[in-house]
């Protein structure tokens, strides 16, 4: 059974530009959750969808939006990057979101902001 | 608001020593209160969750131990191996997401 994938999984972009970052859920799963991880900040929340619904945003600016497909793929949007945009992006997928069930997380997405 | 205050941040046992951390939590509406482990260039990975009805779950050399009244739950590794070594995450959960701690490194030395 093939596990989460993220793609790409590495990314170094400039100061002001726009960057989308794609997750695969595991099948079947149909809800997807985003987080960031920072040395710093440690991991945190980003947003939950859940047939292709927002059910859930963290505390994160504008500039961060996330979209799911019918399929349950994910995609996560930031625009006007910014140096502490910095971090590994990691995609989790689970059966329904609820605590309960497993969040199964991929290997991540290693965005550079230069 | 850090609704979630994990410790240490790092520790060091022995192999076949044991290792506790543990897990503070501010937030009453968390329902469930799961620990994930990370080894480095991967991403989290599930180790072994407690609900809130329950005072204390083990899963072979792992075991998390559970204090509603006092809003805490630790994590203990018995017999702790070389290949434990990661950082482990409590995670405790309500509307669809996880609320992680910052984290504690566990080094287990040969």
Not at chain 1, 45 to 59: A, D, M, P, W
Not at chain 1, 65 to 92: K, P
Not at chain 2, 31 to 60: C, H, M, N, T
Not at chain 2, 82 to 109: I, Q
Request: aromatic share 12%.
């Amino acid at each position: 059974k093939a596990g989460v994938t993220q793609t790409p999984r590495y990314l170094i972009k400039t100061r002001g530009q726009q960057v989308t970052l794609s997750c695969s859920p595991i099948s079947g799963h149909r809800s997807v959750s985003w987080y960031q991880q920072t040395p710093g900040q440690g991991l945190q929340f980003l947003f939950e969808y859940f047939s292709e619904t927002q059910r859930n945003k963290g505390n994160f600016p504008g500039r961060f939006s996330g979209r799911q497909f019918s399929n349950s793929r994910s995609e996560m949007n930031v625009s006007t990057l910014e140096l502490g945009d910095s971090a590994l992006y990691l995609c989790a997928s689970s059966l329904n979101g609820w605590g309960d069930t497993e969040a199964f997380f991929g290997q991540g997405t290693r965005l550079t902001v230069v | 608001q850090q609704q979630v205050k994990q410790s240490p941040q790092s520790l060091i046992v022995q192999k076949g020593g044991i290792s506790i951390i543990n897990c503070a939590y501010e937030n009453t509406a968390f329902d469930y209160f799961p620990w994930y482990q990370q080894f480095p260039g991967k991403g989290p990975a599930l180790l072994i969750a407690i609900r809130p009805d329950v005072s204390e779950k083990k899963e072979g050399r792992f075991t998390i131990s559970f204090n509603k009244s006092a809003k805490q739950f630790s994590l203990h590794i018995m017999d702790s191996q070389p290949g434990d070594s990661a950082t482990y995450f409590c995670a405790p959960s309500n509307d669809y997401k996880l609320s992680f701690g910052a984290g504690t490194t566990v080094t287990v030395r040969a």
